[in-house]
């Protein structure tokens, strides 16, 4: 955190921001480009939140890069967005590695080609101890299908008798999702003027913070980045108790 900043220096602690980077294909359009150029300026914008992120010594990362409704999208602009995976896992790995970042891909990745999870494979084998920002894609993920998996590996659980059906809380749900093991989401930010969820982290947000802008993903960049930060900040985390409660602590 900058130390000439105490709104920030003093507020509420923040470890894991998650983006839905919103607006690729329309800023595209607005400059009379193909969708994918929008695309490619987008994976621009994501590497200098990446930066700032490792800057704020933020301890998890989660964007989300590819849903599993975004397979619906005409076939051209799915293979070009593959390839443009693949070649950002290529390119992009070897910088991460040397900013201490650990890499994970969160999603169901069986969709996925096999030359695609070879390189997911290795992006993450490479990065696997750093000690630094965790860096969470979500590719072909949603929350729902994440609550699924996680209930899906619960029944088989109690069905083998290592569990009984009574012991399951929500402790043992979370211990089951994709990001299992890694501090709460406190700041969800969506780009592009939508207000939505999409199917994103639904578990993970029960108390996060939310920021949204009309700014266009690839025109999202540090300072908009810390305005939500700010934000965040200067906000009341009740978590159920009163404002009166908090001020006596």
């Not at 987008?42 to 590497?47: E, F, N, Q, W």
């Not at 069986?110 to 969470?136: H, Y």
């Not at 999409?198 to 540090?222: G, H, I, M, R």
Request: net charge neutral; hydrophobic share 45%; charged share 30%.
């Amino acid at each position: 955190m900058s130390a000439d900043n105490p709104t920030r220096a003093k507020g509420n602690a923040l470890k894991h921001v998650c983006i839905i980077m919103d607006g690729n294909g329309r800023w595209a359009k607005k400059r009379f480009m193909p969708r994918f150029a929008g695309h490619k300026a987008g994976l621009s914008a994501l590497r200098k939140i990446v930066a700032a992120c490792v800057e704020e010594k933020l301890e998890v990362l989660t964007v989300f890069a590819f849903s599993s409704e975004n397979w619906r999208r005409p076939e051209k602009e799915v293979g070009l967005l593959m390839e443009l995976f693949a070649t950002a896992l290529t390119r992009e790995v070897k910088k991460l590695n040397e900013n201490n970042v650990q890499l994970r891909v969160i999603g169901e990745l069986s969709a996925f080609s096999d030359k695609i999870r070879g390189l997911i494979d290795d992006a993450v084998a490479l990065t696997a101890d750093n000690d630094g920002l965790v860096f969470n894609i979500a590719a072909n993920y949603g929350g729902r299908w994440d609550m699924a998996q996680a209930t899906r590996q619960i029944a088989l659980k109690v069905q083998a008798g290592e569990m009984k059906a009574d012991e399951i809380d929500e402790t043992t749900i979370e211990a089951h999702l994709s990001m299992s093991g890694l501090a709460e989401p406190d700041l969800f930010i969506r780009t592009g003027g939508e207000q939505r969820i999409s199917n994103f982290v639904l578990w993970q947000l029960a108390y996060c913070e939310f920021f949204f802008t009309d700014t266009l993903w690839p025109d999202f960049n540090k300072k908009i980045f810390l305005d939500a930060i700010d934000s965040f900040h200067a906000r009341q985390r009740r978590f159920g108790r009163t404002g009166e409660q908090l001020k006596e602590e």
